[in-house]
Structure formats: C-alpha cells, structure tokens
C-alpha cells in the first residue's frame, strides 16, 4: 500500500486494513500524502487523547525536513493506528542503536552544538538510543573502533568534516580486518566488506562527501538520512608504504600539488573553513613537478579484471547474526589479483607531473555537469603534466565547479585502473637502522582531507570495491 495517511486541512484520513478511517488533525494546512517510507515515529500526545504523527516533507531542492501533526479521535481508533505504524515501522528494519562520534575542533567547532540542538533531539524522537563520544585527539575513533563491542550497534554516525567519516570508516574497516585474520598490510589483500553503516553529520571544513550524498550540507537532512535507514554501498581506497597499511581513503587521494595543499593548511587550521579558499593559492605559486614512475593496473585488462568472489556468509565478525537489514549475507570482495610476478599487466609511465590525483567516489558527466557514482568498479586517476600557470589554474577552477571540460586540457592524462604504484626516483634518500630507503624530506597525500605523511621513495594505491556501506542515497536516485 503506497499511501497509508492523507491530510486535508483538520481532516486526517488513515488507510488501515484497507479501511479509510476518519481523524482530527489538530495542526496541519493543505493537503499531503504520506508514503509508509516518510513516517518517522508516533507518539502518544499532550493530552493522552491524542497522537503525535512525526514524519518527513520534502524542502526546497534536496531539502528534507521533520514535521508533525496532532491527531485525535476514540482511544480505539488511536490503539489501531498506533499498533499499524509501529508495524510499519519495525518493518524497514531503521537502526535502533548508534554510536555518534563527535569532533568538537572540527569546521568553526560548532560540532557540539549541532549534536545538541539539532542531532540528539531528532534521533531520540525516533526512539534511536544513542551512545555520544565526544573525540579529545585525531585517531581516537580508530582506537576506540578497535575494541567496542559492534554488536552493541546499528551503525557510526560521524559528526564533523570529510576526516572524520574517513577516521570512522578506518577504525571500522580495520576492525573488521584484524577480527578476520585479514593481512591488511598486503596492497591485493581481499578485504572483509562492512556491512555496518555510516553516517555523516556535517559540521566541518570540508563537507565534500555529504554534498556527494544528499545534494546539500544541510543537517537536518542529513539525520533524516539516517533515521530512514537506506544506505548504499561505497568504494574504500588503501594506501601502502614500507609494507605496511598508511590509510584508508573514501572520497579522494592527491599526490604531489593537492597533498602540499593540505599540508600548507594543516598549519593555518585557526582559519577553520577559510583556509581551503586563502592557503591554497599559496601553494600553487611555489608549485613545482616531481619525477615519477607510475605503474597501473588498467581497469579494461582481462589479465587482472576484478574478481567477485561468492562466498556467502550470514554474519560478519563482530556483527550480530540477527541485526536486520544490515546483517544480511554479503559477499567478501576480492580486490585485485597479486600481480607481483606478473609485470606485463602494469601500464608503465615514465616523467615529471605536478600531481597524480584519484577519485575513490568518481565524477561521471551528467546534464553538463560532473556527478558522483558510488561503487564505480574503478579508481578514477589523473596526472597534471608541466604546463602554463594560467592554464593549471583554469583547470582546477573547472575541476572545483564539477565541470566537464576540467579535463580537456592536453596537460592533462586519465586513466581508469584498480591500482597503480608510484615510484621516486629522483627524490633524495637516506638509509634507516634497517637498511630501507626513506625520503630524507617527506612528501604528502591530501587523504580525504587529511595531509598523509609520504616517507618511503614508493607507495602504493587499491581499490577495494563496495567495501563501506554508508547511510544515505545519491541525490536524484
């Protein structure tokens, strides 16, 4: 039944049992048609001769919002409905229980009162019990992750910027890892899929991947998200160096210009959200090229095309065997085949670039303008040749609207792969204790907003394909 409740003025119509029956609706105007996907709860009301209907009207754009109304009748009638929307209700199977990860210094540091006024009182409207950690340092959420009990959960909310889901996403992805016996410090390891899911609140400096999701930062959007409970499934990317796992990447991965823009910004946090817009044309004054060695693994070679493997399994590790939709049997990716003794898979290039950039949420053109596609099957890498400042200039200005032409500059090369291995071989070195090679001035990669640390003269990047899921739906899906 696609149509449970129609309000018409003071009049509320309940389609029970195939049965219309007739309400009093206490504040609401106009006519609105509920699908049984936009009611978020209802409660009993003030006085105890009515209910409380709370539930989801579309806004403006991408806009959702949370509204009410009071509806009376006989205390018969008001049981009836009560017990069909709690029906209802338990049957899309919405997370009960979420651990909400909160970063006070993050954006203009209004995180805390963002889960205050807006984010707590709406969760908790819906019944959502909710266990708030408010974060004292970076990483903490990773350590945390590492040992909670994730049967206690129904899903991660992260309260801040791109960093924060991309510090959440790693504590939970590592989790699931370790819990497995999975060496995640091996680039073609098969990776464990999360089926518990994310959520992202924004309230930092950069916001980039909410924006991917619902078409708008707006907050209370967000945790409507969230309470509906649909979620998709998303792309993770692992950085290797010095065999060993760097990071995790779930929005994007710069190497070279756009990694010493992040790190340029790390300085300048005070700015809060001013930074991204003042420090980087800094940065690209002293802009210089890197001699590189790149080797990738090419999307279209039948060599090393990527591999499903259908194993099914009930639960995961860690993970409840009943906890609903997000229990369900998912498949354990496979990310790419090893490929160490088997070079003439690698596409080889050789030169000087002013950065390697990939998009873990890739951009495809749509209506003239550049969308987000989670789950690609693809990293999405480009490589920024020696060219005119003005020209660089104009391209990243292109690149920041999302318009298509960013990438008809001839300075500029493409390339669809599930991996590639960066080389430096013109970089200055020194030998450790142990005889390995480490960069004797480190280099940076803008790791979901974060500038990660480059030590060793070669590193390496993979997808690995649906490995997160996170709550939400792309905006016009």
């Not at 105007?29 to 978020?40: E, N, P, R």
């Not at 998912?330 to 000087?352: F, V, Y």
């Amino acid at each position: 039944m696609d149509v449970i409740i129609e309000i018409h003025g003071e009049k509320c119509f309940i389609n029970c049992d195939g049965k219309k029956d007739y309400f009093l609706c206490g504040n609401s105007s106009g006519k609105v048609c509920l699908k049984l996907s936009d009611i978020l709860a209802v409660k009993e009301g003030t006085p105890s001769s009515s209910l409380v209907l709370h539930y989801v009207v579309q806004g403006k754009g991408n806009i959702l919002r949370a509204t009410s109304c009071v509806i009376t009748g006989a205390a018969e009638q008001r049981l009836k409905l009560r017990d069909a929307v709690d029906v209802i209700l338990n049957s899309f199977n919405r997370p009960k229980r979420l651990v909400v990860f909160v970063n006070p210094n993050s954006g203009h540091k209004k995180a805390v009162n963002i889960y205050h006024s807006k984010v707590k009182p709406l969760f908790e409207q819906c019944g959502i019990l909710l266990k708030a950690i408010e974060t004292e340092r970076p990483g903490q959420p990773i350590e945390l992750l590492e040992v909670y009990d994730l049967k206690l959960m129904d899903g991660l909310v992260a309260i801040g910027g791109d960093g924060m889901f991309s510090e959440c996403m790693n504590g939970l992805l590592l989790r699931l890892q370790k819990d497995a016996g999975v060496d995640y410090t091996d680039p073609d390891a098969s990776l464990v899929t999360s089926t518990l899911p994310i959520g992202i609140i924004p309230a930092g400096s950069g916001n980039m991947l909410v924006q991917h999701l619902h078409g708008t930062v707006d907050v209370e959007t967000a945790v409507i998200k969230i309470i509906l409970g649909n979620h998709l499934l998303a792309n993770a990317a692992s950085i290797h160096q010095g065999r060993a796992l760097s990071s995790y990447a779930g929005l994007v991965l710069g190497f070279g210009l756009c990694g010493d823009m992040m790190k340029d910004c790390e300085k300048f946090r005070w700015l809060g959200p001013k930074r991204y817009e003042i420090v980087p044309v800094g940065t690209i004054l002293k802009r210089k090229t890197i001699g590189v060695e790149t080797a990738f693994i090419p999307e279209e070679s039948q060599k090393i095309k990527a591999v499903h493997e259908r194993h099914r399994f009930v639960r995961q590790m860690s993970l409840p065997a009943s906890h609903g939709q997000y229990g369900k049997a998912m498949q354990r990716l496979k990310s790419t085949p090893k490929l160490a003794n088997d070079r003439e898979c690698w596409l080889k290039e050789t030169g000087r670039v002013y950065g390697i950039d990939s998009y873990v949420v890739t951009l495809k053109e749509k209506d003239g303008i550049l969308v987000p596609h989670f789950g690609d099957s693809a990293l999405h890498v480009w490589m920024t040749d020696k060219c005119r400042f003005r020209g660089h200039v104009n391209q990243l200005s292109l690149l920041q609207q999302l318009k298509p032409a960013c990438w008809d500059f001839k300075f500029i090369r493409q390339i669809r792969c599930r991996g590639y291995r960066v080389r430096l071989p013109s970089a200055a070195y020194y030998l450790d204790e142990n005889g390995e090679k480490k960069l004797k001035k480190p280099m940076y990669i803008n790791c979901d907003g974060d500038a990660l640390k480059i030590i060793y003269p070669e590193f390496d990047v993979r997808i690995h394909q649906n490995a997160v899921s996170i709550f939400g739906r792309v905006a016009g899906c």
